[in-house]
């Protein structure tokens, strides 16, 4: 017996190393047959998430089947009944919903819900982070942290603050926090935009929390002011710090428009034209006292201009005795003229009386020109007697006679009624260029009819001052006609 055991062990060895022989020789297998292997072995060892319960199923597979308008409150059971602790088996199956939209608004609520248990915050983050659908992804996230925030802001800023500058979805986590906390103080929100963002996100974020940040400390947003980017987006910033910080410390901000470097010239400008805007309106004198404090140049002359036509308007006596005080001239006509202007506008016959006491000078002759139309459209009679008596021949008072002819025209009056008053009521030395400028403002209203009536004149001085105006006027509105009337005049001097 013996003997037979080692023969039948001898032969399963010769056979075993046989058959060993014979595997080694085989090629090896390929590539993807391992890969496949390994795939089958890993899912073998990882370990299978747990089913969800059978109602959940059902909810799912009810909702998948209902029509739209039933499925809100099924939406509602699938939320408010308790929800097993760990929603990724539940949110796996909704995945598999072949309706995307259905799918999104189910991952959506569940999520959201998930989140709101304070222990399931930042699982339910990191499931939205992985999550491959991107938009939906960033609504989660803002949501999430969003929520987070309201229910406890020091633990949602402490976990965003944390986490990794590469992380997934990092920005919307921030911008999220921030929209929160800039409710509960936006002097914090800023420094966190601005300390933990960097580039275009940092810029846009610094703008649009500017306002809020300039409401609650101006100081602090003069401050963070100069360390914005320098772009368009300065100006309506500007504009909000004004707003904030002149009604709380007029003088402070002043002071620190007054120290803005030498290459924000335009922004200092800026800030000073809202403050004096807002300033004029309330308060002119005090405005045009502050005015004179400012150094002599664009600045000053602009900023005059700004206070001219409110203060003119409240009381243009006293604001013409302001801006004689001035020395520059390139200040002190075009704001007497704006005053004049304003005056006029609200009571043009004490801007006449006191535009007829003025010397000879270009604010006179502006002021001539501009009172005369509203004083007409006032009480044309008057406007007329004060116009027969204005002192000199200037351009000024030209001005004034074309106005008064303007009026006087567009209400009705006739053309020959204001010629003899041209004759009769003015002096010698202005009737000739006078009746140029009646002829001017009658050609702007009916052109055919001056144009008749200039070449009807009697050959002399007032016919070579009438037609080229007519012509002239006329060519601007019409060259070809005005050329063709002109071409069928009889030769004559004036032609040539």
């Given at each position: 017996m013996n003997r037979s055991l080692l023969l039948f062990g001898g032969l399963l060895v010769i056979v075993l190393g046989g058959f060993i022989g014979y595997l080694l020789l085989l090629p090896p297998p390929p590539p993807e047959a391992k890969a496949v292997e390994q795939l089958a072995t890993e899912m073998k060892a990882a370990p299978q998430p747990p089913d969800i319960t059978p109602e959940f199923e059902k909810l799912i597979q009810a909702y998948e089947e209902a029509p739209e308008e039933a499925r809100e409150p099924m939406l509602l059971r699938l939320v408010l009944e308790e929800p097993p602790s760990d929603l990724t088996p539940l949110l796996a199956r909704i995945r598999t919903l072949e309706d995307v939209?259905?799918?999104?608004?189910?991952?959506?609520?569940?999520?959201?819900?998930?989140?709101?248990?304070?222990?399931?915050?930042?699982?339910?983050?990191?499931?939205?982070?992985?999550?491959?659908?991107?938009?939906?992804?960033?609504?989660?996230?803002?949501?999430?942290?969003?929520?987070?925030?309201?229910?406890?802001?020091?633990?949602?800023?402490?976990?965003?603050?944390?986490?990794?500058?590469?992380?997934?979805?990092?920005?919307?986590?921030?911008?999220?926090?921030?929209?929160?906390?800039?409710?509960?103080?936006?002097?914090?929100?800023?420094?966190?935009?601005?300390?933990?963002?960097?580039?275009?996100?940092?810029?846009?974020?610094?703008?649009?929390l500017f306002p809020l940040l300039a409401k609650v400390d101006p100081l602090a947003a003069s401050q963070a002011y100069l360390e914005l980017p320098r772009d368009e987006r300065q100006k309506p910033t500007m504009a909000a710090l004004v707003d904030a910080w002149r009604p709380v410390d007029q003088d402070a901000l002043l002071a620190w428009l007054k120290a803005m470097p030498a290459d924000q010239q335009a922004l200092q400008e800026l800030g000073y034209t809202l403050v004096i805007r807002k300033w004029a309106e309330e308060d002119p004198q005090q405005a045009g006292e502050f005015i004179h404090t400012l150094p002599v140049g664009p600045l000053q002359t602009n900023m005059a201009g700004i206070v001219a036509r409110p203060w003119g308007a409240k009381?243009?006596?006293?604001?013409?005795?302001?801006?004689?005080?001035?020395?520059?001239?390139?200040?002190?006509?075009?704001?007497?003229?704006?005053?004049?202007?304003?005056?006029a506008e609200v009571d043009p016959v004490a801007a006449a009386q006191y535009a007829g006491m003025l010397t000879d000078s270009p604010v006179r002759d502006a002021a001539f020109g501009i009172i005369a139309p509203l004083l007409a459209a006032k009480d044309l009679k008057d406007a007329a007697d004060w116009v027969s008596v204005l002192p000199g021949s200037t351009p000024g008072r030209l001005d004034a006679v074309?106005?008064?002819?303007?009026?006087?025209?567009?209400?009705?009056?006739?053309?020959?009624?204001?010629?003899?008053?041209?004759?009769?009521?003015?002096?010698?030395?202005?009737?000739?260029?006078?009746?140029?400028?009646?002829?001017?403002?009658?050609?702007?209203?009916?052109?055919?009819?001056?144009?008749?009536?200039?070449?009807?004149?009697?050959?002399g001085k007032a016919r070579l001052s009438v037609v080229p105006e007519v012509y002239a006027t006329w060519a601007m509105s019409d060259a070809s006609a005005a050329a063709a009337s002109a071409e069928a005049m009889p030769p004559s001097e004036l032609r040539r």
């Amino acid at each position: 017996m013996n003997r037979s055991l080692l023969l039948f062990g001898g032969l399963l060895v010769i056979v075993l190393g046989g058959f060993i022989g014979y595997l080694l020789l085989l090629p090896p297998p390929p590539p993807e047959a391992k890969a496949v292997e390994q795939l089958a072995t890993e899912m073998k060892a990882a370990p299978q998430p747990p089913d969800i319960t059978p109602e959940f199923e059902k909810l799912i597979q009810a909702y998948e089947e209902a029509p739209e308008e039933a499925r809100e409150p099924m939406l509602l059971r699938l939320v408010l009944e308790e929800p097993p602790s760990d929603l990724t088996p539940l949110l796996a199956r909704i995945r598999t919903l072949e309706d995307v939209e259905q799918r999104r608004l189910l991952e959506k609520v569940l999520v959201r819900t998930w989140a709101m248990d304070q222990e399931s915050t930042v699982p339910a983050f990191e499931y939205a982070q992985q999550i491959g659908d991107r938009e939906l992804a960033e609504i989660l996230i803002k949501a999430i942290i969003g929520d987070w925030a309201q229910r406890d802001l020091p633990a949602a800023q402490t976990f965003v603050i944390a986490l990794e500058p590469d992380a997934p979805y990092r920005t919307e986590a921030m911008l999220a926090l921030t929209e929160e906390l800039a409710k509960a103080s936006p002097v914090e929100a800023y420094e966190l935009i601005s300390t933990h963002t960097e580039g275009p996100l940092r810029a846009e974020w610094q703008f649009a929390l500017f306002p809020l940040l300039a409401k609650v400390d101006p100081l602090a947003a003069s401050q963070a002011y100069l360390e914005l980017p320098r772009d368009e987006r300065q100006k309506p910033t500007m504009a909000a710090l004004v707003d904030a910080w002149r009604p709380v410390d007029q003088d402070a901000l002043l002071a620190w428009l007054k120290a803005m470097p030498a290459d924000q010239q335009a922004l200092q400008e800026l800030g000073y034209t809202l403050v004096i805007r807002k300033w004029a309106e309330e308060d002119p004198q005090q405005a045009g006292e502050f005015i004179h404090t400012l150094p002599v140049g664009p600045l000053q002359t602009n900023m005059a201009g700004i206070v001219a036509r409110p203060w003119g308007a409240k009381n243009g006596r006293q604001a013409l005795v302001w801006v004689d005080k001035f020395s520059d001239p390139q200040l002190k006509v075009p704001t007497a003229i704006a005053i004049f202007s304003a005056w006029a506008e609200v009571d043009p016959v004490a801007a006449a009386q006191y535009a007829g006491m003025l010397t000879d000078s270009p604010v006179r002759d502006a002021a001539f020109g501009i009172i005369a139309p509203l004083l007409a459209a006032k009480d044309l009679k008057d406007a007329a007697d004060w116009v027969s008596v204005l002192p000199g021949s200037t351009p000024g008072r030209l001005d004034a006679v074309e106005g008064l002819a303007t009026v006087w025209l567009q209400e009705g009056g006739e053309p020959a009624d204001i010629y003899r008053y041209m004759q009769t009521r003015l002096p010698k030395a202005v009737r000739t260029p006078a009746l140029g400028r009646f002829y001017r403002a009658w050609a702007r209203q009916d052109v055919a009819a001056a144009a008749k009536s200039a070449t009807k004149l009697p050959e002399g001085k007032a016919r070579l001052s009438v037609v080229p105006e007519v012509y002239a006027t006329w060519a601007m509105s019409d060259a070809s006609a005005a050329a063709a009337s002109a071409e069928a005049m009889p030769p004559s001097e004036l032609r040539r």
